[in-house]
């Protein structure tokens, strides 16, 4: 079983939507995937789920409970699994991931880009040492689709080639390839 922990500096940088992307993706390409979490109501909530338990053929929501699972996606740090660092690029994020630490040992970077940032890929990944696997830009039809529940419905494109390029990059490092 591999785990892939979606990891951040500091609150509202995407790792949430960023982890139900990845489940769904993964899901969506016939793998059993557990979704869990430090906060699962917010995971519930973006997916448009009632709380833990299923959400779609091969995606269940929640801890643990033993059954057969080839991917767990985790919204958070956790002692074991791959993380990759879901970050904005301000300097306020930049400073907390070097203070905090959330560079250490983390895959690399899904860049969420904005326009009138001054941080680039490239300033982030020269002094974070990471390498920037993906990039998504902040896009309102990704917040309506979150804020409205749909996202396992719906999950805009830009989000599922982005979650490809995750399980890719991290799944590949750890042997296993990605559809």
């Not at 300033?123 to 040492?129: E, L, P």
Request: hydrophobic letters at 45%.
């Amino acid at each position: 079983m591999e785990q892939i922990n979606l990891i951040q500096a500091k609150g509202g940088q995407g790792t949430s939507v960023t982890a139900c992307a990845v489940a769904l993706r993964a899901a969506g390409e016939g793998w059993h995937v557990r979704l869990d979490g430090h906060d699962r109501s917010t995971l519930a909530a973006i997916l448009g789920a009632r709380g833990d338990g299923p959400v779609m053929p091969g995606l269940v929501l929640g801890a643990d409970s033993g059954e057969r699972c080839d991917l767990v996606v985790h919204d958070g740090p956790a002692a074991q699994g791959t993380g990759v660092l879901v970050f904005r690029p301000c300097y306020l994020a930049l400073r907390q991931a070097l203070n905090r630490g959330v560079t250490t040992g983390a895959a690399g970077i899904l860049l969420v880009t904005e326009a009138g940032r001054a941080l680039r890929c490239d300033d982030v990944a020269a002094v974070t040492g990471l390498p920037v696997i993906a990039t998504v830009p902040l896009r309102a039809d990704i917040a309506r689709a979150v804020d409205a529940g749909v996202l396992a419905g719906r999950l805009p494109e830009v989000l599922r080639t982005v979650a490809h390029q995750i399980l890719a990059a991290v799944l590949r490092d750890a042997g296993k390839e990605v559809a």
